[in-house]
């Protein structure tokens, strides 16, 4: 799905989101200074290693943080024209699984383990809707029905446990959908899946954004998972955005030298490679960034610059924007890459 | 009846190998291990979980063999019970040429095991070998007797386990249970040579510091404790671990699976050039298809406790044949946007091991299942040269 944004309005804006948490060894910045647009209809990708701030990011957006972390002044996440984090707990929780709905990793833990599945896409339902439980009950049948459950007559009843892993994050996703939210937040849904499941999943996710018209965030590590599925894409580091585009161009132009570390070092299937790169060093610890740029004392281009200032989020093309100095190395690079792949 | 024509299918195979002369160094041959599902206050038998087979492959010296398959497809059994951290329910595992099946038996069991498997047979004036630990034991039968025969295959028991445990290493997938967090690293990296009597303490500093090295940490790390280790330093301690035993084999068990992708990458190059240096053998076990084409130079692929495709590299990615082999390379996300690829979504879940379906194990969710599938179980057969696969209609997906 093309997205054209001079068409199209921002559903949601995120502004210069900062989380920090207040822990007894020092503030973690798990989120500081993240900017991003999820338009209405299109899939946005978050893709980062661990630590990178891109999960909490999320329990951000529904305000679902741990009492240690604090959503720092000045910070905006404008949804629908509303300021999210200017709303009290009860329009929050009017928004929360109606506008805003969210699905899980791990199914297991995210489904509650004494409640029939009906039970809990119903909870939902009646929650948002002037609906009675005898229609609540039929609602949530139509949509286990239609996120492939097989017998949802029977599996309505069912609990948790009785289900496999993939069944398990069908009903997710019914009860997720269950309220047609304008935004679905999908926090790694397949990870836990194995390949031929999580085919399935993101499968039945596309088909139910065409129907719905919904706008996804989809969160992941997998680079593959975000080249198939989404439209645009934002690369996190260190709590930033290290470079966002679309998917096309993120690909195969990649303008910021964790994104061109990240791509060359997965296995893939569809190329021969001779050697996987390897990105040096470890993911930093959130306690002790390196000063300047957070990924300089990783990063093959960097120059003296790079660990005293932190670069900005700056557009280098038309809708292409990435946190470095040097990306043009970066594209020099990509080229030579090219060249040795032509040959 | 068609599992002894698997047997025979990879017996076949084996001397064909023999003659490109390749050295075996692990041989699994019908490897089958069930669990019993116990039940009711008498802990009754109820069921068997046959999370194992009918199992056989092959690895070479100095290649990488990928095992690879869905979770509950017995990839990872098949590492533990050649391990014997399980014993087989039957099968036999053999090592460098010599059967291993019965090492870990009590010796009593052990000869049973002997009786039952060799010296039946070789009772039988017509019997003719079919593979080359037939031949070599029949010849010692010839020679030495019965008695003879049952000496050289249980004698030392406790020689031969500590030789098995030396010749094959594994590295696990979690690093952080892997590693005794109140051991500090040298000791952890000592414990084993020092128990095998291949170094003596005071050669141990430098033996670790060099091994340690070669990993890529610092060698005046080596006093430190685990939870100093970052996920990806602890599996290069694990891996440095495995190396110091000299092993012939090294099982690594989705060991790059609990890693970030940044690292990952770097703990497969390690391996890669440590391969390259010592001539290292891996069997490698991993869900990930994608990782397994770039390490491995022969890939096995398990379904539900079986193999249903086993090739070359390039042959199995060039032209898989079986349907499930297609079906999962189509499932993989490619990190391509403009890759154009057959998209296969297959339907429903892998059936339980418990009550797997009949004829063949993938024909409820095979998309080009025919009616003799779920009656006929297929064998695994040689469709092209070195490339076996269990279908009844290969390569028509």
């Keep these: 799905m093309e997205v054209d944004k001079l068409d199209k309005k921002p559903l949601l804006t995120v502004r210069n989101l900062r989380t920090y948490f207040y822990t007894e060894d020092g503030v973690v910045k798990a989120v500081d200074g993240v900017d ?21 990011t999320s329990l951000t957006i529904l305000r679902l943080l741990d009492p240690k972390g604090k959503i720092e002044e000045g910070s905006e996440i404008i949804f629908n024209g509303r300021n999210l984090l200017e709303l009290n707990d009860d329009e929050m929780r009017k928004i929360r699984g109606n506008e805003i709905a969210m699905i899980f990793q791990e199914p297991m833990v995210a489904l509650n383990p004494v409640f029939t599945i009906g039970e809990q896409i119903m909870e939902a339902i009646l929650l948002h809707q002037d609906v009675d439980k005898k229609t609540a009950r039929q609602m949530a049948i139509d949509m286990l029905r239609k996120v492939g459950i097989p017998e949802p007559e029977k599996r309505v009843d069912e609990y948790p446990h009785e289900l496999s892993g993939g069944m398990r994050q069908r009903a997710m996703i019914a009860m997720a959908l269950s309220c047609r939210p304008k935004l679905l937040i999908a926090d790694e849904p397949t990870t836990a899946l194995d390949v031929t499941i999580q085919a ?28 198939e599925n989404a439209d645009r894409v934002v690369v996190m580091y260190g709590g930033k955005v290290m470079e966002t585009a679309d998917v096309k161009t993120v690909f195969k132009k990649p303008k910021h030298p964790y994104t061109w570390g990240l791509l060359n070092a997965i296995p893939r299937l569809d190329i021969e490679q001779d050697r996987l790169y390897s990105i040096p060093g470890m993911v930093p610890d959130p306690l002790h960034f390196p000063p300047g740029c957070r990924f300089s004392n990783r990063c093959e281009f960097k120059e003296e610059k790079c660990t005293i200032e932190m670069p900005d989020l700056v557009q280098v093309e038309e809708g292409h924007y990435s946190r470095c100095f040097f990306y043009k190395k970066v594209e020099e690079a990509q080229k030579i890459a090219k060249a040795g792949e032509g040959a | 009846m068609s599992e002894n024509k698997i047997t025979q299918a990879v017996q076949n195979t084996t001397f064909q190998n023999q003659d490109t002369q390749k050295e075996v160094i692990l041989r699994i041959d019908n490897l089958v291990k069930h669990f019993p599902i116990k039940a009711g206050v008498f802990k009754r038998i109820v069921a068997w979980v046959k999370a194992v087979d009918g199992v056989s492959f092959e690895v070479y010296k100095g290649e990488t063999v990928g095992l690879v398959g869905e979770s509950g497809c017995g990839k990872t059994t098949v590492g533990m019970t050649l391990l014997r951290l399980y014993e087989p329910t039957s099968g036999r595992i053999i090592v460098n040429g010599e059967d291993t099946t019965h090492y ?43 008695e003879g025969l049952i000496k050289y295959l249980v004698d030392n028991l406790e020689e031969k386990r500590l030789q098995f445990r030396r010749d094959i290493q594994i590295v696990f997938q979690d690093p952080y249970s892997s590693l005794d967090p109140r051991m500090r690293i040298k000791n ?35 006093y430190r404790f685990p939870h100093e280790f970052s996920g990806g330093q602890r599996q290069r301690i694990g891996i440095a671990r495995a190396l110091l035993m000299n092993p012939k084999l090294i099982i690594a068990d989705e060991a790059v699976a609990a890693l970030d992708v940044s690292i990952r990458s770097q703990v497969i190059n390690l391996m890669m050039d440590l391969q390259k240096e010592h001539n290292l053998t891996y069997l490698f ?103 076996y696969v269990a279908c009844h209609f290969p390569g028509s997906l």
């Excluded at chain 2, 892998?350 to 998309?367: A, E, I, K």
């Design chain 1, 36 to 56: 991003f647009e999820v338009y209405e209809g299109e899939t946005l990708g978050i893709v980062g290693e661990s630590g990178s701030g891109k999960s909490v």
């Design chain 2, 188 to 222: 952890i990296l000592a414990e084993g040579p020092l128990a095998h009597k291949m170094i003596t303490k005071s050669q141990a500093i430098d033996k670790v510091g060099k091994a340690l090295e070669e990993v890529g940490i610092h060698p005046t790390h080596m």
């Design chain 2, 285 to 387: 076990i991993s869900h990930d298809l994608s990782l397994i084409k770039y390490i491995s130079s022969r890939v096995v692929v398990m379904y539900l406790g079986k193999v249903v495709e086993t090739a070359r590299k390039k042959d199995l990615f060039d032209e898989p044949l079986h349907p499930y082999t297609k079906a999962l390379m189509s499932a993989i996300p490619v990190p391509n946007p403009e890759f154009k690829k057959q998209r296969i979504i297959l339907q429903g879940d892998v059936p339980s091991p418990v009550n797997p379906p009949s004829g063949c194990p993938f024909h409820p969710r095979c998309p080009v299942a025919q009616p003799i599938c779920s009656k006929e179980k297929p064998e695994l057969r040689e469709i092209k040269p070195e490339h």
């Design chain 1, 200 to 227: 399935q999943i993101l499968e039945l996710m596309k088909e139910l954004q065409r129907e719905y018209g919904m706008a996804i965030i989809l969160i992941t590590h997998d680079v593959g998972v975000i080249a």
């Design chain 2, 104 to 146: 870990f038996l009590p010796s009593w069991k052990a000869k049973k095991y002997v009786q039952k498997t060799y010296i039946e047979k070789f009772r039988n004036s017509n019997f003719v070998p079919k593979d080359d630990v037939d031949a070599k034991y029949l010849k010692i039968f010839k020679e030495k007797g019965e």
